[in-house]
């Protein structure tokens, strides 16, 4: 059942699927268009240069002709930076949640597939990072560490592998009955062979929608730590810190606030809506909102 | 007596998960960083006074008797001391808690009186306008960076149209202090003035931070309000020929909302975590701007002290939201 072909038909059936699914095939637009602007920022930017330079006679200037959002309080042009900074909420949710992946998935198939006290406290041990909101753990990491990108990411990814654990530990327990994991077993497989090639590309599917919300959820919390002043530090255009710098020239200065709240809200709706999709698609159980009547 | 057992088999549960905690900020504050010491005693501690200030916490000592030596210290209620206000952090947060949860039950009541009964119409309305645009409405809700939202009602609502204050929590003198809410102190002492400006100021906050919450709430009770409608015995009395009305408010709602009704406990601890940017946004003066202030002025003992308060209290509410649950739905008792 590994074979790539089978491999290249489900993910054919996802794809033409999720086409059908307006509000998905939007996600999935949004998150392309997110891509698009991170690759060639450096050619879709007017002032490409305008991360590090300074032009004070340019200052809080409206949107116009040369500056389509406006400049902002370092005279910079508010739509180039905005592209520069998709580089690093792309960097930030990719990596974070990837590692939180790498961690929390392992964790939760040994957790589910032994049954024993190293289960149990790994699953405790999740259970107490679950019980407190991230960014209230998050914001005590970043402070600890101090504010840089590597250590934004290194808090995000430190507070969300619990809910890849989690995922993983009850869908393997609730695999772990059927009659295909059983007779591998019988068959003599090892558990690492068992885990890796029987039970995790079944318990895939929730793992991937997981994913997609996780990364809405991580960048909407790194805006959050940038805008309370524990992300990378200035003039690195993060969206939240942006948001951050612009309040004192509020109210005449609106484009300055409200062009990098937009675009934060465009990329997480871009992979919640993307999340429900899949979700639609991959995991049939879960399909409540959509209900067959409702289409 | 079986029901008695499970609440204490819950409650059995809260102290590892305390436990578990404290053992996460001790580490987090004591382990990752090279010199815990410099960090508490800020950027302005000469290296002689650091050195006093290791003797004088004990962080000179082993790991496990200062982690042992940290438990007992919270336990008796003692943070330390903030380096910006100069007085006991449990004593500050203490007195911040009742305008944080003031705020927090705003939001919780706006988002419960709107959202249930938006979910309610949207699910039997279905694929009507109002449904699309409740659907268009809730996305938004989970997408959008509350602090961002915080600022666009500010500059919209008490900046261009001045209908409401751009922030705090209230102007002029607070009302005598009964039980430190404003809104419930003036009801008391009869301060209908003072009532009226504590909820101008509550409003855009509440507002802030209700928005997700109030999202997550129209998608549940619709998508039970919707599973409740395709069930069989709602199948049975419309084949019985009983009136839509009749339907809808004797049996679908009352068999939708138990469901939904646990929900809303949950959102509670949701909520209060998103109190702290909130706060910070409305210059607030509750645990989430204490939170930011001391983050801007490296108080690191505070921020520690925040990191441990919240988290107490969101571990205590989901405990309370768990045993209740427990308590009313029979089927938690089966399992």
């Known amino acids: 059942m590994s074979s790539s072909k089978g491999a290249s038909t489900a993910v054919w059936f996802v794809l033409t699927r999720l086409t059908r699914d307006r509000s998905a095939l939007l996600g999935f637009a949004l998150i392309v268009a997110l891509l698009l602007a991170a690759l060639l920022a450096p050619v879709l930017s007017t002032h490409p240069d305008d991360v590090f330079e300074l032009h004070p006679s340019e200052r809080l200037r409206a949107p116009s002709r040369a500056h389509w959002l406006g400049t902002d309080r370092m005279g910079a042009d508010v739509y180039s930076r905005l592209l520069f900074g998709a580089r690093i909420t792309i960097l930030i949710g990719v990596i974070a949640v990837g590692a939180s992946l790498i961690v929390g998935v392992p964790v939760g198939l040994v957790a589910g597939y032994y049954h024993g006290w190293v289960s149990d406290l790994l699953m405790r041990v999740s259970d107490v990072f679950l019980a407190v909101p991230q960014v209230v753990l998050a914001i005590a990491i970043a402070q600890t560490l101090g504010p840089s990108l590597p250590n934004v990411i290194l808090a995000l990814s430190a507070t969300y592998w619990p809910w890849f654990a989690r995922v993983a530990y009850a869908e393997t327990r609730s695999i772990q009955k059927e009659v295909f994991v059983e007779s591998t077993a019988a068959l003599g497989a090892s558990p690492w062979r068992l885990t890796a090639l029987h039970v995790l590309p079944n318990i895939a599917s929730p793992i991937i929608v997981r994913a997609s919300i996780g990364m809405g959820f991580t960048i909407l919390t790194a805006a959050a730590l940038g805008f309370l002043g524990l992300g990378p530090p200035p003039p690195t255009p993060e969206w939240g810190r942006t948001i951050a710098e612009s309040r004192e020239f509020l109210p005449d200065a609106w484009w300055y606030a409200t062009a990098p709240g937009l675009a934060i809200f465009l990329t997480v709706m871009g992979f919640n809506l993307l999340g429900d999709g899949l979700r639609d698609v991959l995991d049939p159980r879960l399909r409540r909102t959509h209900t067959a009547r409702d289409e | ?335």
Do not use: C
């Open chain 2, 1 to 335: 007596m079986r029901l008695l057992a499970l609440a204490l088999h819950r409650l059995a549960w809260f102290v590892p998960t305390l436990l578990g905690l404290l053992l996460v900020t001790f580490v987090i504050s004591r382990v990752i960083p090279a010199d815990p010491v410099a960090l508490v005693a800020g950027e302005t501690a000469t290296p002689a006074q650091v050195e006093a200030l290791r003797r004088q916490l004990g962080f000179d000592r082993p790991l496990p008797v200062q982690f042992a030596d940290y438990v007992a210290r919270l336990a008796r209620g003692d943070m330390g001391t903030s380096i910006f206000t100069r007085r006991p952090i449990a004593e500050d947060l203490a007195h911040r808690l009742p305008a944080t949860i003031e705020l927090t039950l705003a939001a919780m009541v706006v988002s419960v009186l709107v959202g249930i009964p938006l979910g309610v119409l949207s699910a039997l309305w279905r694929n009507s306008l109002l449904d699309h645009a409740l659907r268009v409405a809730t996305v938004s809700g989970l997408a959008i960076a509350s602090f961002w939202l915080g600022i666009m009602l500010q500059l919209l609502f008490a900046m261009r149209l001045g209908w409401t204050p751009l922030n705090g929590r209230l102007q002029g003198f607070p009302p005598r202090s009964i039980t430190g809410f404003y809104l419930l102190d003036a009801v008391l002492t009869g301060d209908w003035p003072t009532f009226g400006g504590a909820l101008l100021h509550l409003a855009l906050p509440a507002a802030t931070l209700a928005f997700p919450a109030l999202a997550t709430l129209v998608r549940f009770t619709r998508a039970g309000v919707l599973d409740v409608m395709q069930s069989n015995f709602v199948l049975y009395e419309r084949a019985m020929g009983l009136p839509r009305f009749v339907i809808v408010w004797k049996y679908i709602l009352r068999s939708a909302l138990t469901s939904t009704v646990t929900q809303v406990g949950l959102l509670f601890g949701i909520l209060l975590a998103g109190a702290v940017v909130t706060e910070a946004v409305f210059d607030w003066p509750g645990i989430g701007t204490y939170a930011v202030n001391s983050i801007l002025r490296s108080d690191y003992n505070a921020v520690m002290g925040f990191t441990v308060w919240a988290g107490a209290i969101f571990i205590v509410v989901n405990l309370l939201v768990d045993v209740t649950h427990t308590l009313v739905d029979p089927r938690e008792r089966v399992s």
